[in-house]
């Protein structure tokens, strides 16, 4: 019997690689975070919520689409995430690096707004495009829309979220402006493919995710998570929210001391906003937030190697700060553990809960992210509601130049005016928190 879920996928990858006969770079494994991606569209071929999209804005005419074909196809071709395809083969997810797995395309807008869709033609026509990605599509999608009249188009940067995570969005925003500076190489010249550095980082992430499964790990998510109970399914509701509207709030930049309580003031502020919506039904919540990275000494490499952690937020007023905090300093100390053991720490603890999520929330330090820049102009990042959602509500939070908070949620679960109070509670928790930072 084999201790954990990671050692026995492990297993399962080597057999396989041997009884492929495969050479070394013929399959790759995958960390605990692609293969639920991957597992979970191989049940439901439809969904969508596996997609990581940015959007930029430049002015019209300035994206040359054939160049930026050139540069995407040299960006794959150092990246095996972006190459080959994430696959399934007899019951095991893995990597088949193969040729740059990349698509450039302009996306015909329509010629005027429809009540549907009152943020214009040119918006409406990516967020279509996105949603209808065939489910073996490419790793890598950049889309161009303008609607008539529009000066500037907007440019979609939409990955296959196994093939990157929110920490290596920059990898590939750098990636691209470089290639795409650098137009006068020839797309075949790679003089480093990746391969071994992925293994290697890949290999890595597997070792951490297998050296956390304890009894120490699954004594801390038992106690924290026994009381979770399974969300109340909505009837006809099941599955990704397909309508979902989103609100946004720019607050001041948080400096100084007080910059290391901002997530835990948004893991409280994302909880109000849950309970304030009502699906809990005075329940503890399950709210999910990805964390983690590379091991230490991984090559900067594409991938999705983010855990999914849970805090359980039960009903009531904002709670202290410092126990948030210390509460969440206490999850990161068990990060690594996957989150198949992670439930199932809860279940044994009594918790009637299947791993359902009532909320997400996301968060990126833009400063660690370099800019978008396509002959010389750099993109001016927009944000497009209309994203499937896994959850009935999901919170992104963006700190830069200021704090950017962004609320997406179910319109087929909850109406305009009760998200609309649920964001007000998530701001005024927030402010509450972080004091004179968030006016």
């Known amino acids: 019997m ?9 297993a399962r990858y080597r057999s396989l690689a041997r009884a492929s006969g495969a050479a070394p770079a013929g399959l790759l494994p995958l960390t605990g975070a692609q293969r639920r991606f991957l597992i979970t569209r191989h049940r439901d071929p439809h969904v969508r919520t596996d997609v990581v999209p940015l959007f930029f804005a430049f002015p019209r005419g300035t994206v040359d689409p054939a160049r930026l074909h050139r540069a995407a196809v040299r960006l794959a071709a150092r990246h ?20 740059p797995s990349v698509e450039v395309a302009r996306i015909a807008a329509g010629a005027a707004h429809r009540p549907d869709h009152p943020d214009g033609p040119a918006r409406a026509a990516l967020r279509r495009a996105l949603l209808e ?27 296959d979220h196994a093939a990157c995570d929110e920490q290596s969005l920059g990898l590939v925003t750098e990636g691209l402006t470089v290639a795409y500076a650098a137009d006068d190489e020839a797309p075949g010249v790679v003089r480093d493919d990746g391969v071994e550095a992925y293994r290697a980082a890949v290999e890595g992430q597997l070792a951490a995710e297998a050296n956390a499964v304890g009894e120490a790990a699954r004594a ?23 309508s979902t509207g989103m609100l946004a709030e720019r607050l001041p930049a948080v400096t100084g001391a007080a ?19 009502g699906d809990g039904g005075g329940r503890v919540l399950a709210l999910g937030y990805p964390w983690g990275g590379r091991p230490a ?10 855990n999914t952690l849970v805090h359980p937020a039960p009903p009531g007023p904002p709670r202290d700060l410092d126990a948030l905090g210390a509460a969440w300093w206490d999850d990161l100390d068990h990060a690594d553990t996957p989150y198949d053991e992670v439930v199932h720490a809860a279940r044994s603890a009594g918790a009637g809960w299947s791993g359902t999520l009532d909320g997400l929330l996301t968060f990126e330090d833009l400063h660690r992210r370099p800019p978008l820049v396509l002959d010389g102009v750099t993109g ?22 200021d704090l950017l908070v962004r609320l997406a949620w179910d319109r087929e679960r909850h109406p305009q ?13 927030l402010r509450r928190h972080l004091g004179a930072a968030a006016v």
Do not use: M, N, Q
């Open 380 to 401: 001016r990042e927009v944000h497009l509601a209309g994203r499937p959602l896994a959850a009935p509500l999901a919170v992104s939070a963006s700190h830069g130049e």
């Open 259 to 277: 910059r290391g309580g901002v997530f835990p003031a948004l893991l409280d502020a994302v909880a109000t906003a849950a309970h304030r919506l």
């Open 2 to 10: 084999h201790s954990s879920i990671t050692a026995a996928y492990l």
């Open 80 to 99: 095996p995430a972006l190459r080959g395809g994430f696959t399934v083969l007899r019951g095991t997810p893995v990597l088949r690096p193969g040729e």
């Open 417 to 429: 005016a009760a998200a609309e109070s649920a964001f007000a509670d998530l701001l005024a928790t």
């Open 220 to 242: 801390h998510w038992a106690g924290r998570l026994g009381a979770l109970a399974e969300p109340p399914r909505a009837a006809g509701k099941a599955g990704a929210a397909r």
């Open 297 to 306: 000494g991984a090559a900067p490499v594409l991938g999705c190697f983010l």
């Open 133 to 159: 990605r065939p489910a073996d599509g490419p790793a890598l999608r950049l889309l161009l829309a303008a609607g008539p009249g529009d000066e500037e188009e907007l440019l979609a940067v939409a990955l």
